[in-house]
């Protein structure tokens, strides 16, 4: 169950970054509500996954996640720069939240 609350947090993690994007350094009313609503959300996700996981291995899973998917998300969707050497950047991120998890445990 930690891990599933984890992957939510990380998920909620990708979430937040994109609405405070969006939101325009707060000057847009409804993603700024939405940067602080899925910020707060995943972060208490993420606190309550870590009653059971070691919080190094949760919180670089969790930061890994929503770093990796906020910068797939950013290339796919605004354009981000899809250099090779970015893209193989991502790949090692995840697999080091994927090695993290194969090491961990249930």
């Known amino acids: 169950m930690a891990w599933l609350l984890l992957t939510g947090a990380g998920l909620l993690e990708?979430?937040?970054a994109l609405c405070m994007k969006a939101s325009a350094g707060f000057t847009?009313?409804?993603p700024a509500v939405a940067t602080v609503l899925t910020g707060v959300s995943s972060v208490v996700l993420l606190s309550i996954?870590?009653?059971t996981l070691p919080v190094g291995t949760g919180y670089?899973?969790?930061t890994g996640i929503g770093a990796a998917g906020t910068a797939i998300l950013g290339i796919l969707l605004m354009?981000?720069?899809a250099a090779p050497a970015r893209i193989v950047c991502i790949a090692l991120i995840l697999a080091g939240v994927i090695g993290l998890k194969l090491?961990?445990?249930?």
């Open 14 to 16: 990708i979430v937040f």
């Open 28 to 30: 847009r009313w409804v």
């Open 49 to 51: 996954s870590l009653r």
């Open 60 to 62: 670089a899973v969790w």
């Open 79 to 81: 354009g981000d720069s």
């Open 103 to 106: 090491v961990s445990g249930p």
